[in-house]
């Protein structure tokens, strides 16, 4: 089976682009123009890896993050932050761990694509359990 990306960017031509790209490699692609239906899409979907651009109208990229990273069921999704906005900025605002990642726009391709198999050969982990009653 595929392995699944979500791509949420509000750039239809990158979209479009990173789509093609993605799939002729193999991998199973949707893309979401905003924030709001990127985080309905992950939540249904539970794709392998998110990309996510950090500046788009409404919901910016960290705000996305933090709501994926604040539900059990999309908590563990690794992310690539791809953006054109400064990458020590997001960094600043996002706690980085292993599951996240930050790549330039514009990047060379190769360095796309060995980021985006670095992510999905990551041990795939169980959505944390929910928190207790009270």
């Given at each position: 089976?595929?392995?699944?990306?979500?791509?949420?960017?509000?750039?239809?031509?990158?979209?479009?682009?990173?789509?093609?790209?993605?799939?002729?490699?193999?991998?199973?692609?949707s893309?979401?123009?905003?924030?709001?239906?990127?985080?309905?899409?992950?939540?249904?979907?539970?794709?392998?890896?998110?990309?996510?651009?950090?500046?788009?109208?409404?919901?910016?990229?960290?705000?996305?993050?933090?709501?994926?990273?604040?539900?059990?069921?999309?908590?563990?999704?690794?992310?690539?932050?791809?953006?054109?906005?400064?990458?020590?900025?997001?960094?600043?605002?996002?706690?980085?761990?292993s599951?996240?990642?930050?790549?330039k726009?514009?990047?060379?391709?190769?360095?796309?694509?060995?980021?985006?198999?670095?992510?999905l050969?990551?041990?795939?982990?169980?959505?944390?359990?929910?928190p207790?009653?009270?």
């Amino acid at each position: 089976m595929a392995k699944s990306v979500l791509i949420i960017d509000d750039d239809e031509d990158l979209s479009a682009l990173l789509k093609d790209l993605l799939q002729s490699k193999g991998f199973s692609v949707s893309c979401a123009p905003d924030g709001v239906s990127g985080v309905e899409k992950a939540r249904t979907l539970l794709p392998d890896l998110i990309t996510l651009d950090f500046n788009m109208p409404g919901t910016n990229g960290v705000e996305v993050y933090n709501q994926l990273r604040n539900r059990p069921e999309t908590a563990v999704i690794p992310v690539i932050f791809f953006s054109s906005t400064l990458i020590g900025i997001i960094r600043r605002m996002v706690l980085e761990n292993s599951r996240t990642k930050f790549l330039k726009k514009g990047c060379p391709t190769r360095e796309l694509e060995a980021c985006v198999n670095e992510m999905l050969a990551m041990p795939k982990l169980a959505p944390p359990p929910p928190p207790p009653p009270r």
